[in-house]
Each structure stands twice: as C-alpha cells, then as structure tokens.
C-alpha cells in the first residue's frame, strides 16, 4: 500500500507534487492564450461599432452642390442675355473657379482635399419671348404668322419654360390649340405638346409622342392667371405633371422618342398669350428669320421672340481625396435638361 | 508500516503518477480544446466584422462608380486587421451572378462569407488580410480588391 503519511521516505514527500506543479503550470499557459483571445474578442466588438460609409456619402453630397453650383452659374451667366457667348464663356469659368476655391476652404474643415476644374463648354442659344403676347415668329420682312419653326437641327432642348398670362386665349378644341412640335430632321417621329383649355378655365396640358404611341395629360391644380408650364421640369401651375414625365413606363419628357437632331415647330400661335424661353444647344440660329437676333435690352426690344446666345452645358471635372477616399470623375453639368 | 515494501511502493508510486498524469492531461486537453474553440469562434466573428466592413465600402464604391457619368476614379484603402486572434487570413472576391466575399484564415482554417449586391460589374481578385483597396479598374470597367501598397 502506498505510504500516504509524512513518517515516510523524506525525499518522497519533497518530489510529491511536481506533476501538480508542470500541470499548474500547464493550465496557467492555457489561460493566458484564453486571455489573448478574449482580447480579440473585445477587439472585434470595438472594430463592429466603427461606421465606414459616411465617407461616400460625403463624396456624393460633395457632387451634388457642385453640380447645383455649376448650374446656378451658367444659369445667372446666361441671365446676362450678351449678345456674344465670350463674356458668357468668361464669366461661367470664372464662376467655376470659384466654386473650386471656396469648396476647398470647406472641405479641407472635414480634411478632404477638393478640386473642381472646367473641362469644357458647349454653346447653345437662348430663345426667349418676354413680352406677354401671342407666339407668333418675329419676321420682320413679313407679318408675324402663328405657325413657325423655333429652331432647327437641335439635339438637346433644357429649361423649356412657357408662361401664360392670360388663359382666356386658350382653344379648348384640339385642333385650335398651341402646339409645341419636335420632329426628326429627315424623319416622321414627331414629339406633341399641346396647351389649351379645359372648359372650365384651367390651363390643360397635352403630349403625344410615337413610337410607342403614347398621350397623356393633366391640368393646373388652380384656375387664373399667369399659370406656369415648365416643359423640361415636368411642371403644370406648379403641380407634378407625370404626362411631361413618364406614363405607363414611357418616357414623355421633351423630344422623347424623337432621334436627334429634331426641328421644333409652333402651330396655332396665335391661341396662346404669355412668355416663353428656351435654351437649346444649336449655336447657329442667328439665321433662323423666324427669330430676331438679340438687340438691346431685351425688355424694351420691340421685335420679339429674340435669340441669345447661351452656354448650354457645361463639363468639369472633380476630384476629391481624403485619407480613405480618392474620387476624381468628369460631371457634365446641364440645368434644366430633362432626365 | 514500517517496513518498505519494495514492489509496493514503487506500484503505488507508479500508480499515484499514472493516476495523476490521466487527470492532468485530461484536464490540460480540454482546457485547450476550449481555447481553441473559443479562438475559432473569435476568429469566425471577426471574420465577419471585416467582411461585412469591406461589404460595405464595395457598395460605397458601387455608388460612387454608378453616380458618375463617364469613366471615375474611385479608390477606398481602409485600415484593417491584418490577424485575426493570431491569424492571418485571405479576402476573395468572387464575382457571379449572386457575388460573395469570402474570408478565410489561415490556422486554425476558418471560413466566412459575405453576400453582395451590386450595380457595377465585380471582378475577380484574392488579397491579403491588412490593408485592402478597393479600385474602380477603368479598363475592364469592374471593380476589384488589391492590396494597398
């Protein structure tokens, strides 16, 4: 039997124990890895609270007002009405330089370094009536006439803006009402708006388009005047207006389903009394003699509609960098263009 | 008791050490049997920290490559764990129809995924753990995972 007693073997009783001892000392390795790995652990749970996407998020706002801000200055500079596009040119530069300036003041705050740069520029002209009065061409060789051609040879229309002061003008058959046409140069694929009235002295805004055939409409929430139709915005007295937009998956915006480059026509001037501008991408018109050419101040011209030249968009390139992030991208900024 | 008996104590001696070897070991195994347990479920949500982090700045970049027109540049570079409890570990992205980043460590061999979705074409790439980019490649118009260097 062993000798469990302490009379025995003085050696036995010093080497008894030594197992315990390397086991102890075994186990105490072992909880030392399992601290190392619960440290881990508490490292991982820091590592989920850490939100990263805030960073694009940044980048995306960033974009944003710069291309609000880029619109703005083409808008004020086209604004302007000069007769000749270098100070639009110069001005919308200068603009954009600006931009470039005081958002690097801001954003170097959030420690982002910013840059926004023109690249380029494309010329358009402005064709605008101000005059509240009938739509009728301003051919001064001959009598103004209710059906005329706007523009020819154009492939992009922006900020189509048409105001009618007084609505009493308005036909309420369709074949009397103002018409705003887009059809292909060479082609039959045309693009309808029709303005007219819908018995009841609310402004009524029809658009047809072909291919698929598609016609839609809708009125001014409000009788009265002056009612706004914002063509390119998709607008009617203020109101959402989805038969300038999309119907049943189609899409009905300016020109759609039209290949460019399209003419833009007027029918029945003459049942329609307001304001209108347009901004089209055709730099050549001062030819068209339906329009005049900009002279003078255009609010005391006597020979309206007038054409301006205008910038019609404008590209620059951005580029924003923080220690996480390097975005560099080219925007080609175009106000009012429909989406 | 006086007298030793010699067979005795050296049985009693060696059943005693026998006896305590089977209990000690027993005991050391499964103390390391639950560290590596716990090592590799660390590791399994670690794993799925940094993917769903990385996940998560591929959709970024996605949105960013989507928002532009034209050909961007696009480049996130984070800062991530190079080991997870001890171990190194790969980033695969696999690009398909339903596209995944997969997460595997070296030892003990843990394996995690994460799901995608995304706009822009994804393009195949492997990286190690540590500092990971992801790049807009303007060539192939996909993005890719590459190592920051």
């Known amino acids: ?339 | 008791m006086t007298p030793k008996r010699g067979v005795s104590t050296t049985l009693a001696y060696v059943l005693m050490f026998a006896i305590a070897t089977i209990l000690v070991g027993g005991l050391l195994i499964s103390g390391g049997n639950f560290v590596e347990d716990q090592r590799e479920q660390v590791i399994r949500t670690e794993l799925g920290v940094v993917g769903q982090q990385l996940a998560a700045d591929l959709a970024g970049a996605d949105r960013l490559v989507a928002a532009s027109d034209g050909t961007p540049t696009v480049n996130i570079s984070r800062q991530r764990p190079a080991s997870v409890a001890g171990s190194g570990y790969r980033v695969k992205l696999v690009a398909q129809s339903d596209p995944y980043l997969r997460l595997t460590s070296s030892r003990p061999d843990v394996s995690v995924t994460v799901g995608l979705s995304n706009r822009t074409a994804l393009g195949n790439s492997t990286v190690w753990g540590g500092s990971v980019e992801i790049v807009y490649d303007r060539t192939t118009d996909r993005l890719v995972i590459e190592d920051a260097s």
């Open chain 1, 1 to 339: 039997m062993a000798d469990l007693t302490s009379r025995g073997d003085h050696v036995d009783g010093d080497t008894r124990g030594q197992v315990l001892l390397v086991a102890a000392f075994a186990l105490a390795i072992t909880f030392v890895a399992l601290a190392l790995v619960a440290n881990s652990a508490i490292y991982t749970e820091n590592l989920a609270t850490r939100a990263g996407s805030e960073d694009t998020t940044d980048v995306l706002t960033f974009r944003d007002s710069v291309e609000k801000a880029v619109g703005g200055s083409i808008r004020a500079a086209n604004e302007r009405e000069s007769s000749t596009f270098g100070p639009i040119d110069t001005a919308v530069q200068s603009g954009i330089q600006n931009v470039s300036d005081w958002t690097s003041k801001q954003e170097a705050r959030e420690s982002a370094l910013v840059s926004v740069e023109h690249v380029t520029n494309t010329q358009g002209t402005r064709i605008a009536q101000s005059n509240a009065s009938q739509f009728l061409s301003s051919n001064t060789s001959t009598a103004p006439r209710p059906n005329w051609t706007v523009a020819e040879d154009v492939s992009g229309t922006r900020a189509f803006e048409i105001t009618v002061t007084d609505t009493a003008t308005l036909a309420t058959t369709s074949s009397d009402e103002f018409t705003v046409t887009a059809t292909a140069m060479g082609g039959t694929e045309s693009w309808e708006l029709h303005v007219g009235e819908d018995g009841s002295g609310a402004v009524e805004v029809t658009v047809e388009r072909e291919n698929p055939a598609v016609s839609a409409s809708c009125t001014a929430p409000v009788t009265g005047d002056p009612v706004t139709v914002d063509v390119t915005a998709g607008t009617v007295g203020g109101a959402d207006c989805p038969a300038l937009d999309v119907v049943s998956g189609k899409e009905m915006h300016f020109g759609a389903g039209v290949s460019t480059p399209y003419d833009i026509t007027i029918t029945n001037g003459d049942h329609i009394e307001g304001r209108y501008s347009l901004v089209v991408d055709n730099a050549t018109l001062g030819s068209n003699p339906d329009v005049s050419a900009a002279v003078g101040d255009p609010l005391t011209n006597e020979t309206q509609p007038y054409a301006y030249p205008a910038m019609y968009s404008a590209t620059v390139d951005v580029s924003y960098y923080t220690d996480v992030v390097e975005y560099r991208s080219e925007i080609r900024v175009v106000p009012g263009e429909p989406s």
